[in-house]
């Protein structure tokens, strides 16, 4: 292992004119911060290319190179799909795969899954872990990570001590960079310090995120985000979420708890909300709306004891069949889904919405219709192409590296902050 | 003159990995036009502090100071207000006031105000033009703008060609980047080339933008936004509009055109916006909104020969007087505003939001019902302050001296890219 954190001193908050926290692209970010990024984004560059897309001039950038590769977080290699007049190919600079071992790992209702991944996010090994769908203590779901954390490392036979960061991911309002849990709908406590507790349990590193901005990542890092500069997640599950990057960055908003699409108001006193408020984009759309107007609407003897997946699954299959009432369901929250995407148009303008969740099966809510209708919602921004959608049914494992990603970006950020 | 940008060749779209636009905070925004943002920002700072903000070393920043010493951008003296033990005062530095003029230019319905500032950013003269209020044709426009820039001039002692650049903004959607015109409710045609059309007539390099960026960039160089990284801006006149700043810089959307506010959805099929479309939060709260229930509401006599300001203003009386159907018209609109700025608060979750606009004086839309409803409406993210909310009743000579700082953003843009 080259790279190491000290449990508990990562993310830090700023103080004064210091150095700010790296994922906002601030001034505290580093130059040699800012090589590692350009190389882990493009794959393989040259030293040239680099020092074009930093505007910096070619010495600064071999100067910043060798020490990168000094410490052992990229590696040199002839670049054999290109070469020069002279004969000699070019050497173009990667991530050193070797550089350190990191584990994300992705908590959702009803199971809990794991990925191992070396430096260069290349996957190794994987674990999931069934488990009770009902809110519990933040000790239990940490006893469950453990499990499943332990099961992933037996089977690539690493020890804890191999592991330079756990990222850990979960719905709810997570504080990235306090490291702290405000809610989650699957704990029964709130406002606990999540990453000082694993990091105490596990003796590992960790960093924490709300799962809106691990599939975000996941997109960056391993998806659509290595070519685009700026493009906008909204994930649609037990609620709705939002990631953002901007400039190949997540922003994760001024207070770093993420950006509460799902809690936008889209109805002055409308629809009751799980967050106790009213006239929630989610309470339109989210799998518990789609729930209570199912149980209103159709036959619901049974529904206690079937569970909301179930129940879904019947609201669905009557849409299908033909069944007026199930349709009409599926037409409003499309509806409201769309007015939801055109609001981020209408504030972001982002070249490229992604439409996440696992249940993309439902696709009455991902119909033409309802990306015509988003299109109707928008300004008109003349002389532009319209906003390209994109649905990406990822499962549990992709937003499992996205957690992987996460813990990766801490390495990266360490480094930037001089802590390697 | 030190500072000459030639007409025509700002702002060009980026292309493939090379630079790409400085405002957002890119991997091309070289690092001297980081260091001269980092002395404009700060007024007045020391080279050690530049280095510890930037995380870079002494020495490069030092050889960064001196290639913009050259150039004239920056100027060092004796910082009289520290002294070290060995007796020596400590150089600060700050920005070359003699850099070069720059005009800001505030386009509105009825009147436009043009200030002419220094490289610093000091107001040297103003002008103002009062005129129609009718839509009228871009050449007009261009005619009264031509207008109040020789009347500045003029007064000022200076010549067009004394001008390094001119900052021109005005309601509607404006794309910066491309210098075009989209739409403005001023005029009569939509998508013109309008920053080479004024370049065209002035003879003088001109940046465009909306005014809602204009009070954001006002606020970002004279007002809050020199202490704070993060910050929102929510202006209300004739529409809605807002502008952003992400760690000390103007976020201007992907796509260059701003961030339309005012158009997000806030009910499904809801009242008409003059967009064309329904349900837009500017259709319950811009002027004309209150306007269209105050025509409906109350004895609307002669409403036609007087026009919207005095019928808004009959409005605000009649609340005051006690008249319930007018007050119910402010209520109203006081919880839309309550709810959208909830919107940006569960978003972005901004430290601060500022309120800015002319028509501050209808306190009924700005009491403390609304901050109280605003944080109903707002996700209660735990142990955080509160957002806190300002309002600036700007008058149009603020927006033109955000128009100048346009100006002057643009000049240093064309210094990080080599134009200089």
Redesign the interface.
């Known amino acids: 292992m080259n790279v190491e954190i000290t449990p508990g001193d990562t993310g830090s908050p700023p103080t004064g ?4 926290r790296p994922e ?8 040699r911060h ?1 090589v590692f990024e ?1 190389v882990r984004s493009a794959g393989a560059v040259s030293r040239i ?1 680099v020092a ?5 001039s070619p010495a ?1 950038i071999t100067a910043l190179v060798g020490e990168l590769l000094d410490l052992g977080l990229l590696q040199e290699r002839a670049d054999a799909s290109r070469t020069t007049t002279r004969g000699r190919p070019p050497v173009a600079l990667s991530v050193q795969p070797d550089a350190g071992y990191v584990v994300g790992i992705k908590l959702s209702r009803t199971r809990h899954t794991a990925l191992l991944v070396d430096a260069a996010g290349q996957p190794l090994a994987e674990a999931s872990l069934a488990c009770s769908d009902r809110r519990r203590s933040l000790d239990q779901i940490l006893s469950e990570t453990e499990k499943v954390l332990d099961t992933l490392l037996g089977r690539a036979g690493l020890q804890r001590g191999d592991i330079a960061c756990i990222g850990l991911g979960m719905p709810g ?1 997570i504080d990235h960079a306090a490291g ?1 849990l ?2 989650s709908p699957l704990l029964t406590e ?2 606990r310090p999540l990453r000082s507790l694993a990091e105490d349990r596990f003796g590992v590193p960790v960093a924490v995120d709300n799962d809106a901005n691990l599939v975000t990542l996941a997109e960056l890092w391993f998806g659509k985000g290595r070519a685009m ?2 493009f906008a997640v909204v994930t649609i599950e037990q609620g709705v979420g ?1 990631g953002l990057v ?3 960055r997540l ?1 994760r ?3 770093s ?1 993420g ?3 799902g ?6 006193d409308g629809a009751l909300c799980k ?1 106790g ?1 009213r ?1 929630c984009l989610e309470a339109y759309i989210a799998d518990y709306a789609l729930v209570r107007e199912a149980s209103t609407a159709l036959d619901a003897s049974g529904s206690g004891s079937t569970g909301d997946e179930a129940m879904l699954e019947q609201l669905f299959e009557q849409a299908k069949a033909g069944n007026e009432a199930a349709r009409v369901i599926f037409r409003r929250a499309g ?2 889904l769309a ?1 939801g995407l ?2 981020v148009v ?6 490229l919405i992604i439409i996440a969740g696992e249940r993309m099966q439902y696709d009455y809510l991902y119909e033409d219709d309802v990306i015509g209708e988003m299109h ?2 928008s ?1 008109n ?4 192409a319209p906003q390209q959608i994109e649905t990406h049914a990822w499962g549990d494992l992709m937003w499992a590296r996205g957690a992987a990603a996460l813990a990766l970006s801490e390495i990266a950020d360490a480094m ?1 902050e001089g802590r390697t």
């Open positions: 004119c210091g150095p700010i906002s692209e601030g001034p505290g970010t580093t130059l800012r350009c290319d074009k897309q930093l505007g910096v600064s309002m702290r405000v809610w709130r406002d500069a700026d939002m901007l400039n190949h922003y908003g001024a207070g708890l950006m509460e699409l809690h936008t108001k889209v109805q002055l967050c408020q006239g509806r409201f007015l055109a609001n209408n504030l972001f303008d982002p070249s109707r919602l300004l921004r003349t002389g532009r930037a």
